[in-house]
C-alpha cells in the first residue's frame, strides 16, 4: 500500500520569502501525485498534479512541483508568498491502475503555512 | 454548474442516533468518495464507489455504510453514532477514464459532533 509523509506540521515563511514544502511517498511504481489546499473552514482545492512527462509541473496560484524518482519526493515550491497562501497543504498520492478503478486518495497528514508580515 | 456539494454543513448528534449524509455532484463523474479529515491526521478514505450501484471499502470503513443508486448522489450513513466519529466529512468525485482519472474534486465538508 501507498503511503505519504509529510515532515514538516507547521512551517513559518515571511511574506515575499520563498517556500518549499516537503513530501515523500511510498509506492512500489511511479504513482499519481497531487498537492491539495485547504483555507481554514474550506474544501479541498487541487494545486497541481503529476502524471508523467516533465517531472517539473507548474500549478495554480504560482506554485510549482517537482518529481524526483530517485528521492521518491514531490515538493511543493513557490518563489514568493502572499498573505492569502496562508492555510493547510496536502500532498496526495493515487495508485495507478491499469484495469481502471479508483481506490482514492492516500493523504499526507498536511503542513500548516503561516505567513508572517 | 454546482460541483460537488454536501448536506448538512453542521449536525451534532447523540450517541447512538442515526443520521445520512448526503453528496451530490452535477459533473457527470463515475467515481466518487467518502473522506474524513482529523486534526493531524489528514484526510482518511471511508467508502467508495466507481459506479452507480457499486460500492467499495476504504481505509476506515467501520461504522459507515454507503449507498450510490443514482450516478450523481453518493449517501454516507452513520447508523449509530459513537464520539470517535466527530470528524468533518468530505465527499470527492473524479473521472473513469483518461489521465485525469483520479483527479478528485471536494465538496466543502460537514461537521459533524457526536456528544
Known amino acids: 500500500a501507498q503511503s505519504v509523509t509529510q515532515p514538516d506540521i507547521h512551517i513559518t515563511v515571511s511574506e515575499g520569502a520563498s517556500l518549499e514544502l516537503r513530501c515523500n511517498y511510498s509506492y512500489g511504481a511511479t504513482p499519481y501525485l497531487f498537492w491539495y489546499v485547504q483555507s481554514p473552514g474550506q474544501g479541498l482545492q487541487l494545486l497541481l498534479k503529476?502524471?508523467?512527462?516533465?517531472?517539473l509541473v507548474q500549478g495554480i496560484k504560482g506554485f510549482e512541483a517537482e518529481f524526483k524518482r530517485s528521492q521518491s519526493s514531490f515538493n511543493l515550491r513557490k518563489p514568493s508568498v502572499h498573505w492569502s497562501d496562508a492555510a493547510e497543504y496536502f500532498c496526495a498520492v493515487a495508485a495507478r491502475r491499469s484495469g481502471g478503478g479508483a481506490d482514492g486518495l492516500t493523504f499526507g497528514k498536511g503542513t500548516h503555512l503561516i505567513i508572517q508580515p | 454548474n454546482a460541483g460537488v456539494t454536501q448536506t448538512p454543513k453542521f449536525r451534532v448528534l447523540k450517541t447512538g442516533q442515526s443520521m445520512t449524509l448526503l453528496c451530490a455532484q452535477d459533473?457527470?463523474?463515475?467515481?466518487m468518495y467518502w473522506y474524513r479529515q482529523d486534526p493531524g491526521m489528514g484526510l482518511r478514505l471511508i467508502h467508495y464507489?466507481?459506479?452507480?450501484?457499486?460500492?467499495a471499502k476504504g481505509e476506515v470503513p467501520d461504522g459507515y455504510n454507503v449507498s450510490r443508486l443514482k450516478k450523481q448522489n453518493f449517501l454516507l450513513g452513520l447508523e449509530s453514532a459513537a464520539p470517535s466519529q466527530t470528524s468533518v466529512y468530505f465527499c470527492a468525485s473524479s473521472y473513469s477514464s483518461g489521465t485525469v482519472r483520479n483527479e478528485q474534486f471536494f465538496g466543502p465538508g460537514t461537521r459533524l459532533t457526536v456528544l
Open positions: 503529476y502524471f508523467s512527462g516533465d517531472t
Open positions: 459533473m457527470n463523474h463515475e467515481y
Open positions: 464507489s466507481v459506479g452507480e450501484g457499486t460500492t
